[in-house]
């Protein structure tokens, strides 16, 4: 385990090869001509995912439609995805490098608020097709003091935890997988499974937060690196401090009880979120999307699951910021970058060619138009890029998988807080001071890996030296302001 832990958090920088400059694909992919002006605009893109073998190949088909439909090009870049989220800050910071990232949550909100991301608002007005194509609740999500510096991925609005079971272990013990919807519930199927399967992991943990707060009925009162939490019932949003809480200190002794008795991989917080070995057998892991997933995680995880929804439909600023593609505020293109992003989301043809790659290269169709998976040389990562609604489903999942998604999303109930983004001017300091200790702990908690009775009261006293009280303080001021001017606006 510690052998296999080490090369889990390893980690490897590498960087795709720009090589897409001017260059793009003959029709049939095979080899690369000069043809573009020397005037034509090249994008410079940047997304998370580990590069594939096949990228040039693919952004070279990417440009030959961009330059033939829309006049100029892009240069594709993937960096992955222990390395991304540094190698953003620092082209931020130089102001240049990139027109065009992969953002998120927190590194949406901070950038957007210090000017960063290009505001986008105005510039939306002309690009209708665009805004038309994106659900509205995401546009109220990503919106920064009532303006927006991003496109989200249209997708699934809320972002429910999923208990995902091994589908051949569900099928060999008889496991009604409808009975689990708690950590505490699971106790008698993790101890079967820990009995008669030696060398299986009966329930699989990483580093990530996962959405286990959501179990208990919380939702966080910003996002998911401050352990700040409101009661998702309660529509006065009173702002709590998550691990003062009674049920959440229970859950953590249940999951601590799991860890003692090796139902929980001895690893589980030290692993990254995307670390899996091949030689791993697991009866139970936990993430956090949309319906009609078994299909995408079966790929994911490579081998067949079963899934079931642990976690209430809540829409949230932070579900509806899984995935945005921001401009860089210094970009020379903007009104390129803004055709790009509207192609991403109404061009199925693209959207479809970076999410699936090259088709007779890297899949086929099979006689119901599904895609069937011929080569690993390409993979997109679908939740960072374009709307899925104009994508092909993939072959074993269900046909109708987007009207699933679209009866999903209309029937999530939204958060009290949605389109909430909290300001930090003056508790710039409590904010970093208090994520800073709950990154130190959470993953130990979360994972059962240390005892919640004695860490937890020295976890709370560092986060009240840290000054989590001040934090909560400013937000609850914040949090009254927001639902006051909200109601007024829907009275």
């Known amino acids: 385990m510690k052998k296999r832990a080490a090369i889990a958090i390893a980690a490897v920088i590498v960087l795709a090869a720009a090589a897409a400059g001017c260059f793009f694909l003959l029709g049939d992919g095979a080899e690369l001509r000069e043809d573009a002006a020397e005037d034509t605009v090249e994008l410079v893109y940047y997304t998370i995912g580990d590069p594939d073998e096949d990228l040039e190949l693919v952004n070279g088909a990417i440009n030959e439609l961009l330059l033939e439909r829309y006049g100029f090009t892009i240069d594709y870049r993937k960096v992955g995805w222990n390395e991304y989220e540094n190698q953003l800050t620092a082209l931020i910071n130089t102001h240049s490098g990139f027109d065009i990232a992969f953002a998120w949550a927190q590194n949406y909100q901070s950038n957007a608020a210090a000017g960063h991301f290009l505001d986008l608002t105005d510039m939306l007005d002309g690009h209708s097709a665009l805004y038309g194509a994106v659900d509205e609740r995401f546009w109220r999500g990503v919106a920064v003091d009532g303006r927006i510096y991003g496109v989200p991925t249209n997708k699934e609005l809320a972002t429910p935890l999923h208990f995902l079971y091994s589908a051949g272990l569900v099928e060999k013990y008889g496991v009604d997988i409808e009975k689990y919807g708690s950590i505490a519930s699971l106790e008698g199927v993790l101890a079967e499974i820990a009995a008669n399967e030696p060398d299986c992991i009966p329930l699989f943990f990483d580093a990530s937060h996962v959405g286990l707060l959501a179990t208990l009925g919380y939702e966080y009162a910003a ?16 702002v709590l401090s998550a691990f003062e809480q009674a049920d959440v200190l229970e859950m953590l002794r249940t999951l601590h009880r799991y860890y003692e008795l090796g139902y929980i991989n001895e690893d589980a917080a030290i692993r990254t979120t995307l670390s899996r070995f091949s030689d791993e057998e697991v009866f139970l892991r936990m993430a956090s999307g949309g319906p009609d997933s078994a299909a995408s995680y079966s790929q994911t995880f490579g081998y067949p699951i079963v899934v079931h929804q642990a976690g209430e439909s809540i829409v949230t600023s932070e579900s509806t910021q899984g995935g945005i593609m921001a401009v860089s505020a210094y970009t020379a293109h903007p009104e ?4 790009f992003l509207e192609a991403l989301n109404t061009d199925a043809e693209l959207r479809n060619l970076f999410n699936y790659g090259i088709e007779g290269v890297h899949y086929t169709l099979t006689d119901s138009g599904q895609v069937h998976t011929i080569s690993d040389g390409y993979t997109g990562v679908e939740y960072t890029q374009g709307n899925w609604f104009i994508l092909r489903t993939r072959e074993g999942e269900s046909r109708d998988k987007w009207e699933t998604y679209r009866e ?27 994520a800073s200790v709950y990154q130190r702990y959470s993953a130990a908690l979360f994972t059962g890996t240390v005892d919640p009775d004695i860490y937890v009261p020295r976890f709370l006293e560092e986060l009240e030296a840290a000054g989590i ?11 009254d302001a927001f639902l006051g001017a909200d109601r007024e606006e829907t009275a």
């Open 223 to 238: 996002y998911s690196d401050l352990p700040l939490v409101v009661r998702t019932s309660d529509r006065s949003c009173e």
């Open 336 to 339: 390129e970058c803004l055709t």
């Open 408 to 434: 999903f999303n209309d029937s999530a109930r939204e958060s009290h807080l949605l389109g909430f983004i909290p300001s930090y001017e003056g508790l710039e300091d409590e904010r970093d001071a208090v």
């Open 469 to 479: 009280e001040a934090l909560r303080a400013g937000f609850q001021e914040q949090i």
